[in-house]
Structures are given as structure tokens and as C-alpha cells.
């Protein structure tokens, strides 16, 4: 037996139904269903992979034209940055103002390797790492507020 995109829309058209239904459903009735469809999440997941993997197998390296779209697999990466690198150009980028070279006091220095950092690593919307504000005897509430953005569900086992 074969499965056919038609199959899977179904599967598509019965999680339509779901969502419509929602809004009828009891606390319990809805919590079966959650349990149900995280299943069902990891199993699509699962099923993605091993077609994409087939698909990979079967393009071995070359383009493939199907329908009116074409189908490439491409390299994927990622950036690896080199801390060392990075701390010895903030240090000697700190010392001196790069606009008239002169030498920076100690104090100047400092400033300017933290607006460099800041410049590098922190945004205003990302927190610090923990294991830096341990270097500084401080923890998360001594610089940040809690602000609600949301809830979500916990369930606890009983």
C-alpha cells in the first residue's frame, strides 16, 4: 500500500476539524487531545526527515526537476566564532582612540572595551550569560525585572 499526499491531507483536513472543535471541548477532552497531537507532532517530524533523507539519497549531488520547481541540496552551516580572535581586537581597539591614536586612561579603556562588547554580544532585548554576572557578585533580579509574556501549560504527574 502506498500513502498518497491525498492521504495526508486528509490527516491535514482531520486537524482542521480539531482546531474548529476547540472551543466546545472539555478540559479533560482537550488534554487528551494535546497528549495526542504531540504524538503526532514527533511522528510528522520523523516522517519529514526520512523523506527529506530520501529524497538527499535519490538527488545524489545533482539538481531534479519535478513539476515546475527544482529540487538542489544545498550546504548548510554555521559561524563559529573564535573568542581569542575577538579578545585581542577589543583590547587593541580599547587602548587607543582610533580616530587620533591617542592613548586611553585605564578608565577610558575599560568603557571602551565594554561599549564594544556591548556593541558585539548584547542587545538590549537578550540577557547577560549567567557565568558573567557571577564574575561580577551579581545575579539575574539585581539587573533585569520579570515581565509576564505569556503562560503556558504544566503538568504535573499525581
Not at 500513502?3 to 474548529?20: H, K, S
Not at 564594544?116 to 540577557?127: D, E, I, K, R
Request: some cysteine.
Amino acid at each position: 500500500m502506498t500513502v498518497t499526499t491525498a492521504d495526508l491531507q486528509a490527516v491535514g483536513d482531520v486537524l482542521d476539524w480539531v482546531a474548529e472543535q476547540t472551543d466546545s471541548m472539555t478540559i479533560e477532552e482537550a488534554m487528551a487531545l494535546i497528549d495526542v497531537l504531540a504524538e503526532i507532532g514527533k511522528k510528522v517530524t520523523m516522517a519529514k526527515s526520512l523523506c527529506e533523507t530520501q529524497v538527499k539519497t535519490l538527488l545524489d549531488g545533482q539538481p531534479a526537476k519535478i513539476g515546475d520547481k527544482v529540487v538542489v541540496e544545498r550546504q548548510t552551516g554555521k559561524w563559529r566564532p573564535d573568542q581569542t580572535r575577538i579578545k585581542r581586537r577589543v583590547v587593541g581597539m580599547s587602548g587607543c582612540d582610533p580616530s587620533t591614536g591617542e592613548l586611553r586612561s585605564g578608565t577610558q579603556a575599560a568603557e571602551a572595551a565594554v561599549d564594544l562588547m556591548y556593541a558585539l554580544f548584547v542587545s538590549p532585548s537578550q540577557m547577560p550569560k549567567q557565568g558573567g554576572l557571577q564574575k561580577l557578585g551579581i545575579d539575574t533580579a539585581d539587573i533585569a525585572e520579570w515581565e509576564i509574556t505569556g503562560s503556558e501549560l504544566k503538568v504535573i504527574d499525581t
